[in-house]
């Protein structure tokens, strides 16, 4: 398929981007996409604050938005124009300063279960271990399974899974999304239904950053952008900003369109230490524009308040 350029065809255009694995296949799938439109790209890879600290969870030490820090300085400085992110690490307020130029279509957005004996989260013997260090997932396995081990897991996604095949874990709990797009999708067990375990603002989507004051990239981005899947990240995006939200809380926000063209978003909110029951709600609306998908996520954030969310 031929693109029609829009616009003048930039003479390179750097993006910043994190040296895992996952983070160079995103890059570098940025990186297609803006040579097929004829432009010149390279890449600037970058170690992060968030990949050096494996030993603590992000909730503890400073949240997501220390995978972007390294990023962004590298665009104010010049040394890059765009930075690549998965949108579920991008923090809910960008600094001033900086905007998402774009959201790209989405990859699955759910949970997988990892585990090389079980087949199910069923199938897991009363106190298995299961690995992961995020508070949604937390709260929602401990919703499902209270008798299970949950233990701390970080690392990029090869490292997650060395640390599975090890012994270390029964079973972890991983983004879909990554496996597949790393070409492991035979590692999923299976991949949970998004009623059962609620994904994150913004899972499986790709988020384009450049500085405010780049209006030429900001128009040549365009370009890439899933309007859809923009809206309904937004969306979910909104329900985590109106709560506070970030990794150091357990909530999880999926959006998903309806046949009659509405958007439905589902939220939920629990205690990791499975202490109080899930709070489960959903809402429907129009949301043809940011400012109706933001209130829509405005309005479920204030229903999860109202059930008893904090």
């Avoid at 998965?86 to 900086?98: N, T, Y």
Wanted: net charge negative; charged share 25%.
């Amino acid at each position: 398929m031929e693109h029609v350029l829009l616009g003048p065809v930039l003479s390179n255009i750097v993006i910043a981007t994190r040296e895992s694995r996952l983070a160079l296949w995103q890059a570098e799938h940025v990186q297609s996409l803006l040579q097929e439109r004829g432009h010149a790209v390279s890449l600037l890879g970058l170690t992060t604050t968030g990949d050096q600290i494996l030993d603590r969870t992000l909730s503890k030490v400073g949240g997501k938005g220390l995978f972007v820090k390294e990023l962004e300085l590298a665009l104010e400085e010049g040394r890059a124009d765009i930075a690549v992110h998965s949108l579920k690490d991008v923090p809910m307020d960008l600094p001033e300063g900086f905007v998402l130029a774009c959201v790209l279509e989405r990859e699955d957005p759910r949970d997988a279960l990892v585990s090389p004996r079980y087949e199910s989260l069923d199938e897991l013997p009363q106190g298995a271990v299961v690995g992961t260090s995020s508070l949604r997932r937390m709260a929602l396995l401990r919703a499902l399974r209270p008798d299970l081990r949950i233990e701390p897991l970080r690392g990029n996604l090869d490292t997650r899974l060395r640390k599975l095949d090890e012994g270390q874990y029964d079973a972890i709990v991983l983004a879909a999304a990554g496996l597949k797009r790393l070409g492991l999708e035979s590692r999923i067990r299976v991949a949970f239904d998004a009623d059962t375990m609620l994904p994150a603002a913004g899972q499986g989507a790709l988020g384009i950053e450049v500085r405010a004051d780049r209006k030429d990239l900001i128009e040549l981005l365009g370009s890439l952008a899933h309007r859809g899947d923009w809206l309904s990240t937004a969306a979910e995006r909104a329900v985590s900003r109106a709560m506070g939200g970030s990794c150091s809380m357990p909530l999880a926000a999926h959006a998903r369109w309806q046949a009659d063209g509405a958007l439905r978003i589902d939220a939920a909110w629990g205690d990791p230490e499975g202490n109080v029951p899930l709070v489960k709600v959903h809402a429907l609306a129009q949301a043809g524009d940011f400012a109706e998908a933001d209130a829509l996520g405005e309005h479920a954030a204030a229903l999860l308040r109202a059930a008893g969310a904090h």
